[in-house]
């Protein structure tokens, strides 16, 4: 746990550039530093590591103050990992991510498969990539093994100052998508700084919005969004605070599992029947043998062609439907994209699961909370 307790930064001209701030971030959680340019995230960052000294006030980590520690002794135990990336051009791969391990005198076997094990983690081939040097590997490549040196010497507690900010924004999305699934692999207390908004909402457990070294609001994300404090965080967010907060929440847990449905063999009454049943004018149709989504049939087609198969719309399921682990927001992209009233939601083999609705949807971003609530049933 990293605890900030009335931490000041003031210079020797009287500006402060953190002023004040009382901040806990849990174990194993990401707490995302943001705030406007100068807002003093960078500087709070590099407090917790001695990087730059706290002028009043104390930084715990798991309860003792961070100036008890040695400054290199302090950050040989917290990963760091920043935007410029920082490889030593001089030195491989293999050699760049075994820094801190060395430095700790670990013997070579075990520096040697603690890089493997990082550089597998993160996307590089050791027996490939290892003994390359930093210029023959791309941006995204870099800021990989910019993340596996600072998992180095697995430390518990990371720093990150837009650890992806100098790549394109696919690359970008890659490495985030990527970095949280090491991290419910290996669930370190990691300080995030970016200036992204939507960076922060997707990366973060907690965020902290700071201006003018102040700390403004401190929430989930879904809270940030749904219950800003005041004009400032309302702006700072964003006027599509609502899709935003879509983004959060998962198909798994919005869709309806009962929903109008029928079988490719189905004759002419039964899928009437369902269409009655449902209050519905349109539904799914899936093949009788293993349910795998094929298209949809309308009211108004059946009563023209007088059967199913002719009536149907034959599409391919990746077309109209979305995973079950896709977001709330991808599911809105395809009811508006196909004017849908409920967009189907599949699994990994194609299978109708269910469906989200407009309404649905509508409600979701309407209740304040409800991320956070999903979260907590989870256990997260």
């Known amino acids: 746990m990293i605890e900030f307790k009335d931490v000041i930064k003031e210079y020797p001209n009287g500006f402060r550039a953190v002023d004040n701030l009382n901040l806990t971030v849990r174990d194993g959680e990401i707490c995302v530093l943001i705030g406007p340019s100068g807002c003093g995230k960078t500087t709070a960052l590099r407090m917790v590591n001695r990087l730059i000294d706290v002028t009043r006030g104390e930084i715990l980590i798991n309860g003792q103050p961070n100036d008890e520690f040695e400054p290199e002794v302090l950050r040989r135990q917290i990963g760091y990992a920043i935007q410029q990336i920082g490889l030593l051009p001089h030195m491989t791969i293999r050699d ?23 550089l597998d983690m993160v996307g590089i081939d050791p027996g490939i990539q290892g003994d390359k040097y930093p210029r023959q590997l791309s941006g995204g490549q870099q800021q990989r093994v910019g993340v596996a040196r600072a998992l180095g010497a697995d430390p518990p507690i990371m720093l990150m100052d837009e650890p992806f900010g100098a790549v394109d924004p696919i690359t970008r999305a890659i490495l985030q998508e990527e970095f949280l699934q090491i991290q419910q692999e290996v669930g370190k207390t990691i300080i995030f700084v970016t200036h992204d908004i939507d960076e922060a909402i997707y990366m973060g457990d907690r965020i902290a919005l700071l201006r003018a070294g102040r700390l403004v609001q401190y929430d989930t994300p879904d809270d940030l969004l749904a219950l800003p404090r005041d004009d400032f965080v309302r702006e700072f967010v964003g006027t599509d605070r609502s899709l935003k907060r879509l983004h959060l929440i998962s198909v798994r847990d919005s869709m309806m599992n009962n929903v109008p449905c029928c079988d490719d063999d189905a004759t002419l009454q039964e899928v009437t029947a369902c269409l009655d049943r449902h209050h519905s004018d349109s539904a799914f149709v899936v093949d009788a043998g293993n349910g795998k989504l094929l298209g949809w049939v309308e009211r108004p087609a059946l009563v023209e062609y007088g059967s199913l198969s002719e009536a149907m719309h034959h599409a391919p399921a990746a077309s109209i439907a979305v995973p079950e682990d896709a977001t709330a927001r991808e599911a809105l992209s395809v009811l508006l994209s196909h004017s849908f009233d409920l967009t189907p939601v599949i699994d990994a083999e194609g299978v109708l699961t269910g469906g989200v609705s407009i309404q649905r949807l509508q409600d979701l971003v309407e209740e304040p909370g409800i991320h956070a609530a999903m979260q907590r049933e989870r256990g997260r």
């Open 96 to 118: 760049n991510v075994a820094i801190v391990p060395r430095l700790l005198d670990w013997d070579e076997e075990r520096v040697r498969q603690r890089v493997d094990l990082l």
